[in-house]
């Protein structure tokens, strides 16, 4: 499976962006979709994730109300919706996924995933 992320850029605090995740190669029937971070002198952070099969997601507390992920089963996509953009919300961003659908205790583990796109640039400004 090769995921390749878009979406990403500059923008100012208070505005938003739209990440995409489209899958390709080998194609599973379900997937499970998320979208970790990693900021410069930080851990790779979790941010939020979608299992295809019943929409089941879950996000860190830290992008609760502001982050919405969502897939397009059809077209073998992911969607991260950021609104309310924070300074402290540049990293780079990377979409990873696994076919059928995790138990939302597993969603948040990096391990839970075996395969990772290369990353999109998102960058925040004050």
């Known amino acids: ?5 878009s979406g ?6 208070g505005g938003s962006l739209r990440l995409s995740c489209a899958a390709s ?28 099969g019943d929409g089941g997601t879950r996000s860190a507390d830290s992008v609760k109300g502001r982050f ?11 969607f991260l919706q950021m609104k309310s953009l ?23 583990r990096a391990d839970s995933y075996d395969y990772w796109g290369p990353g999109t640039q998102v960058t925040v400004s004050s």
Request: hydrophobic fraction near 40%.
């Open 68 to 78: 919405t992920i969502s897939r397009d089963n059809a077209k073998n996509t992911g």
């Open 8 to 13: 990403g850029g500059l923008v100012q605090a």
């Open 86 to 108: 924070k300074p402290e919300d540049t990293a780079v961003y990377y979409c990873a996924a696994r076919g059928g659908n995790l138990i939302t205790g597993s969603m948040g």
């Open 1 to 5: 499976v090769q995921l390749q992320a």
């Open 25 to 52: 190669g080998r194609t599973f029937s379900s997937y499970t979709m998320a979208w970790f971070r990693l900021a410069p002198g930080k851990e790779r952070e979790f941010v939020a994730a979608v299992r295809w």
